[in-house]
């Protein structure tokens, strides 16, 4: 709970002299709550090593001590609903909550709204009717999903050939999934390609499969469409890099070639995957920015720890990824957004 530490010296106060009163404030000491999804993933591991390494920096800078507590929630809503009320019994000051299903978000804003805590959330874009179940106390720091599929489709429609290896006028993609009802698999999927679309004709051999954001799910995913299509394969869109990975050892044990008779993209800019652009061994990738999301989301409960209303929305951009160093880190300023104009936006833009 919140504490304050205040060291008053001795003051004194001596006969024609001035009082001394030396007053050393210690800072405050703040108790962080982060619920990840899961920790074995390795772009949410990237996300909770920065934020932990972050708010570390803050505590030296400001001079208040944030204990900042991480739980994994195994990828098991209930396990994780457990760890969320949890933190809000023991009185933490904020949650920073990467929920594992965000559509069933709605109880623990509102248990931790009856103990005054506020929610940012992270990665998993919830419903606009989440954030409005307390405004400015909740909060989603994050990427907009549609983006990452619009750069995939860029990537495959900017290369020479648009993507048709076989040179028939038709790119023939497979598609390998995060999990069921999440945004970003959702989105990534769609827009991918839709933006490809635009410029070619593709066409999907078979159903895009759900790959969970696993590694070896990704490369049975991959293995199996390649041993039934073969050679038909000429993209795959990969939902994240994980899975892509996955894919790349598949495609390697096919006996094909990256770049020469398939191309693959995904996102995350996981540091494997810039490796293998290196070499040419990967065809693009999206930067899917976890150093800003991670300082953003620090910054944004800092400031409801100082007891400040917030925006529904802060954004940052992701950032396409065809040579190395596009996926350098830096700072960049977030994007705040309201309700209103968020749904405005991605009517005016995307049409939904
Ligand atoms: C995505 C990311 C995936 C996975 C997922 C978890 O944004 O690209 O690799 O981490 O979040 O929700």
């Known amino acids: 709970m919140k504490r304050i530490f205040v060291v008053f010296a001795l003051a004194f106060l001596t006969l024609g002299n001035l009082s001394v009163l030396n007053v050393k404030a210690e800072g405050e000491t703040y108790d962080v709550g982060v619920a990840i999804y899961q920790y074995n993933d390795n772009f949410m591991t990237l996300f909770r090593n920065e ?15 944030y204990n900042v507590e991480f ?6 809503q209930a396990t994780q609903t457990e760890q969320l009320n949890n933190f809000i019994a023991q009185g ?3 949650l920073i909550a ?6 069933g978000a709605d109880q623990i804003i509102l248990n931790a709204m009856n103990a005054d805590i506020p929610v940012v959330l992270i990665n998993r874009e919830p419903d606009v009717s989440t954030l409005e179940l307390w405004p400015g106390k909740t909060t989603y720091v994050g990427v907009d999903a549609r983006q990452s599929g619009v750069f995939q489709g860029e990537i495959i429609a900017e290369l020479e050939n648009k993507g048709d290896i ?12 995060g999990d069921a009802g999440n945004v970003d698999a959702e989105q990534r999927t769609k827009y991918s390609v839709e933006t490809l679309s635009e410029t ?4 999907s051999l078979g159903e895009p499969q759900r790959g969970n954001w696993d590694q070896a799910k990704g490369q049975e995913i991959a293995a199996n469409a390649i041993s039934q299509y ?5 993209v795959i869109f990969s939902n994240n890099d994980g899975m892509a990975l996955g894919a790349v050892q598949a495609i390697k044990g096919a006996g094909r070639t990256i770049n020469e008779d398939i191309y693959i993209v995904g996102v995350d800019a996981l540091p494997e995957v810039v490796d293998l652009l290196e070499n040419n061994e990967f065809t693009g990738t999206v930067l899917n920015d976890h150093y800003n999301q991670a300082r953003t989301a620090a910054d944004i409960a800092v400031k409801l ?5 917030v925006s529904p929305y802060y954004w940052h951009d992701y950032i396409k990824v065809s040579k190395p160093e596009d996926a350098e880190l830096e700072r960049t300023e977030y994007r705040e957004e309201s309700i209103e104009d968020y749904q405005k936006r991605i009517k005016d833009t995307y049409g939904e």
Do not use: C, H, R
Not at 166 to 177: F, L
């Open 51 to 65: 934020l932990e390494t972050y708010f570390k920096e803050l505590g030296e800078a400001d001079g208040n001590t």
């Open 71 to 76: 739980q994994d929630g195994k990828n098991d």
């Open 92 to 94: 933490k000051d904020i």
């Open 98 to 103: 990467n929920l594992v299903d965000p559509t």
């Open 166 to 177: 076989n040179g028939d006028g038709v790119v023939n993609y497979i598609t390998i999934m």
């Open 200 to 203: 070619i004709k593709a066409e």
């Open 230 to 234: 073969g050679e038909q394969v000429e």
């Open 305 to 309: 720890l100082n007891g400040e209303e």
